[in-house]
């Protein structure tokens, strides 16, 4: 059995919780949204111990991005790069917690590359699941690495990139622009794409965490092997992307609904405008 449970927390618009409901200013409802987002897992926790089926039930904890740019905390008083929405570290390199005391060894941290995409074949190899034949998988399982037996994932690369606001056009729903921007990361070096297959950054993560230091000029071998590298893996790659799954739908009874809802206060509000300027006349 598999559960994905998708919170709205910590998202905007920022709210009081059910346990701290006085709460006024955002940053302050920030946090009662962030402890109450605790108090979430741990009722799923408490079931799972309930249940006694904890010991050989993996929880994950992840999330997609970063938070909005202005909600931004420090860490080791410094505050990090970037924020949703950004190619910097801070936007896209998120926490990612797997706990399972009967199977998953406890207290260890690691460097290891993952993606989401990994998700599907880890599942699938945890589980005993046989993957679907004839479609190619961008993900890798990693479950060796969850489970104590490896020390590292299989992943050399991994891939971060968004193309905002999708669009319609005659063939359906594409990207903002054909090459969205991306970034390209392994443990020590990361580059930066924007909007066309071409490097405009490089940064050392190792010694320069935040980004601030351009390396792409750099004559240093090792810079200029890390832009070999990431060259090698994007000229391998496709010059325009591709578009996002389209199905399209008729309107739901509820869609209707709610928009005579919005269009019935507005009808209200021209009708009553329109009164008050028969009365000035």
Same mark, same amino acid.
């Given at each position: 059995m598999m559960l994905y449970f998708p919170m709205a927390l910590t998202h905007g618009p920022l709210v009081p919780t059910p346990d701290e409901p006085k709460v006024t200013t955002n940053k302050d409802k920030l946090k009662a949204m962030v402890r109450y987002t605790d108090t979430l897992v741990g009722r799923l926790v408490s079931t799972l111990d309930d249940l006694k089926i904890r010991d050989r039930t993996l929880v994950i904890f992840t999330t997609d991005n970063g938070t909005s740019g202005g909600m931004r905390g420090t860490v080791n008083g410094r505050r990090p790069s970037g924020g949703k929405g950004s190619k910097f570290e801070g936007g896209?390199?998120?926490?990612?917690?797997?706990?399972?005391?009967?199977l998953v060894p406890g207290g260890r941290e690691t460097?290891?590359?993952?993606?989401?995409?990994?998700?599907?074949?880890?599942?699938?190899?945890?589980?005993?699941?046989?993957?679907? !034949?004839?479609?190619?998988? #961008?993900?890798?399982?990693? =479950?060796?690495?969850l489970l104590g037996q490896a020390d590292n994932s299989p992943r050399d690369w991994i891939m971060a990139l968004g193309h905002g606001a999708g669009r319609l056009d005659k063939k359906g729903v594409r990207g903002t622009n054909d090459f969205a921007d991306r970034v390209l990361r392994d443990k020590r070096y990361k580059v930066w794409l924007e909007h066309e297959p071409k490097i405009t950054a490089l940064y050392d993560l190792k010694s320069d965490p935040l980004e601030q230091k351009n390396l792409l000029n750099s004559d240093k071998p090792e810079h200029l092997a890390a832009l070999k590298k990431f060259r090698a893996i994007i000229g391998s790659q496709p010059k325009i992307?591709?578009?996002?799954?389209?199905?399209?739908? !008729?309107?739901?009874?509820? #869609?209707?609904?709610?928009? =005579?809802k919005v269009e019935k206060p507005a009808a209200n509000k021209r009708e009553r405008r329109r009164k008050r300027k028969a009365t000035q006349q």
């Open positions: 896209v390199c998120q926490p990612f917690i797997v706990n399972c005391p009967g460097d290891a590359l993952t993606d989401f995409s990994d998700l599907l074949p880890t599942f699938a190899e945890l589980g005993g699941a046989k993957l679907p !034949k004839g479609v190619t998988l #961008d993900g890798r399982s990693f =479950a060796p690495l992307d591709g578009r996002p799954l389209y199905r399209p739908r !008729k309107a739901n009874s509820w #869609d209707k609904q709610l928009q =005579a």
